[in-house]
């Protein structure tokens, strides 16, 4: 007696298993260096990044990753988020648009909580190269926090809508390349550890999973609503119809 082949379900549950364990992992990891910082002035490994990525400071550079740094700051990363939402909303994709305000607002609103409740203090001139004072804390990233969610979404409705094209991992792949560049900007102008880094990382991609998964439900159940509505007119035309044929016999 052969064994019976495992069903198509089978696959589904695997990838949402392996979605779950993925989001534990990084929830996890999140926490444990946010404990961490917590009681940490700063992680001693901090220090060796920035010495590493501050090694060669030429002016260009300084000025290229101060003008990548400057759009992640509020009133001009509101201005930006906001008009990704106007012009996704004005091409019509109404509920990829609400979703990409819930991207913003809730990255930033985590990471203003975790920034409060952690505590830990800003990179200082006699550890590192700093290009200008910040107030407040600096554990998580809030740059990389909102623009992993931000413009990783970008690249979620990309992907998706370029598919099964090989094109659909050139929107993933350019948002990889921007946040690479604005995680060395944040380290290089020294107002931010790589721990700092690491960590606005793992909370945008963990609000980033939260969004995309609320998204691809409410699609659904549009799409769903979409066909019913398609459905109805058709089928009352048809009894419509009918009765009018039993009528004329």
Known sequence: ????????????????????????????????????????????????????????????????????????????????????????????HRWAAVMEAMAALGSGGLYLLLEQRVGQPRPTADLVLVAGPIQNSGFPSGHLATFVAVFGFLAFLGYRGLYPSRMRWLPVALVVVLLLLMSFARIYAGQHWASDVLAGGLLGGLWLAVTSRLYAWGEARLSRRRSTAGFAPRKKLALATGAGLTRHR
């Open 1 to 92: 007696m052969s064994g019976a082949s495992p069903g198509p379900d089978a696959g589904v549950h695997g990838n949402e298993l392996v979605k779950v364990g993925l989001f534990a992992v990084g929830a996890a990891l999140l926490a444990a260096i946010s404990i961490a910082a917590h009681n940490l002035a700063y992680f001693p490994v901090d220090v060796t990044v920035s010495h590493g990525v501050q090694a060669y400071h030429p002016g260009w550079l300084d000025t290229a990753t101060a003008a990548l740094s400057w759009t992640g700051f509020p009133p001009q990363s509101d201005v930006l988020f906001g008009v990704i939402v106007v012009v996704l909303f004005g091409l019509g």
